[in-house]
């Protein structure tokens, strides 16, 4: 089953930094843009970024200067550096592109 990988998260005290790693099908990852979402619990999945094919990325308000998302077409691959964590950003975060979806990789961050 085609599926996207994640991986890199973790638990990080406020202020941390963590970058989480996307790994796509070559097929989808040159056609489609690359976003980023988040659940916490209890709460509704939300978009965090996405980033285009030409490298172009936008994101949610609250991430903006925290947070940046890139892709390394050379790896198939779209990150997302996350740096001036706060416990608000704690949530499972998915990658999605082409209507694929990961597995989801845990964030905490915890005091």
């Known amino acids: 089953q085609v599926q996207l990988v994640e991986s890199g998260g973790g638990l990080v005290q406020p202020g941390g930094s963590l970058r989480l790693s996307c790994t796509a099908p070559g097929l989808i990852f040159a056609a489609y843009p690359m976003g980023w979402y988040r659940q916490a619990p209890g709460k509704q999945r939300e978009f965090v970024a996405r980033?285009?094919?030409?490298?172009?990325?936008n994101y949610r308000d609250s991430v903006k200067g925290r947070f940046t998302a890139s892709r390394d077409s050379t790896k198939n691959t779209v990150y997302l550096q996350m740096n001036s964590l706060k416990p608000e950003d704690t949530a499972v975060y998915f990658c999605?592109?082409?209507?694929?979806w990961g597995q989801g990789t845990q964030v905490t961050v915890f005091s």
């Open positions: 980033v285009f094919e030409d490298g172009m990325a």
């Open positions: 999605e592109g082409g209507d694929l």
